[in-house]
T-cell receptor, first 118, second 110 residues
Framework: DARVTQTPRHKVTEMGQEVTMRCQPI?????VFWYRQTMMQGLELLAY????????DSGMPKDRFSAEMPDATLATLKIQPSEPRDSAVYFC????????????????FGDGTRLSIL | GQQLNQSPQSMFIQEGEDVSMNCTSS?????WLWYKQDPGEGPVLLIA?????ELTSNGRLTAQFGITRKDSFLNISASIPSDVGIYFC??????????FGAGTTVTVRA
């Protein structure tokens, strides 16, 4: 089965360091999402791309977070500088959206990057 | 996205029992999705519902899209040990963004 691939799976670093998380969406999918999961907040949407264009990043702290899609096979989420409160599991999901509700396929998730900022 | 009201928050099961959980929202959705998450992994899609009133099965799983479009339930019949995990409901509107429930944690009763 096709899967969303995320790297790295685990990252431990000190506060102030730059963190880059990568995602390879399922081939052919045109939408990519970044989520953050914590015990307190659950799954939160950080950013959302369709056809590589950012559509919504209102859930993302703008001063330190940035999300890009350099090409259709790669999405990145960067944190600079990182802070201990950024510790969480970050998930990427991809899907295929189009016209009409029946052409909108479900989002599929990667296995996440578990980030710990010391 | 908004948080959906998912209940119960947790449940203990014995092998062979039927399990039910549900989600409600103050907003209507055009799609309901149910995911399961195991420790250290990402949510895995179980069932997708696209039409109000739709009842869909996937093996021992059955889910329904509420007629009001504001709720959905998931049933697991004859539970087995590998059913333990966290189950999430998600509602999707026309903007394709998902709103998630807080999850139902299913564990095996000792």
């Amino acid at each position: 089965d096709a899967r969303v691939t995320q790297t790295p799976r685990h990252k431990v670093t000190e506060m102030g360091q730059e963190v880059t998380m990568r995602c390879q969406p399922i081939l052919g999918h045109n939408t990519v999402f970044w989520y953050r999961q914590t015990m307190m907040q659950g799954l939160e949407l950080l950013a959302y791309f369709r056809n590589r264009a950012p559509l919504d990043d209102s859930g993302m702290p703008k001063d330190r977070f940035s999300a890009e899609m350099p090409d259709a096979t790669l999405a990145t989420l960067k944190i600079q500088p990182s802070e201990p409160r950024d510790s969480a599991v970050y998930f990427c999901a991809s899907g295929l959206s189009g016209t009409g509700i029946y052409s909108n396929q479900p989002q599929h998730f990667g296995d996440g990057t578990r980030l710990s900022i010391l | 996205g908004q948080q959906l009201n998912q209940s119960p928050q947790s449940m203990f099961i014995q092998e062979g029992e039927d399990v039910s959980m549900n989600c409600t929202s103050s907003s209507i959705f055009n799609t309901w999705l149910w995911y399961k998450q195991d420790p250290g992994e990402g949510p895995v899609l179980l069932i997708a519902l696209y039409k109000a009133g739709e009842l869909t099965s996937n093996g021992r799983l059955t889910a329904q899209f509420g007629i009001t479009r504001k709720d959905s339930f998931l049933n697991i019949s004859a539970s087995i040990p590998s059913d333990v995990g966290i189950y999430f409901c998600a509602g999707r509107s026309n903007d394709y963004k998902l709103s998630f429930g807080a999850g139902t944690t299913v564990t095996v009763r000792a």
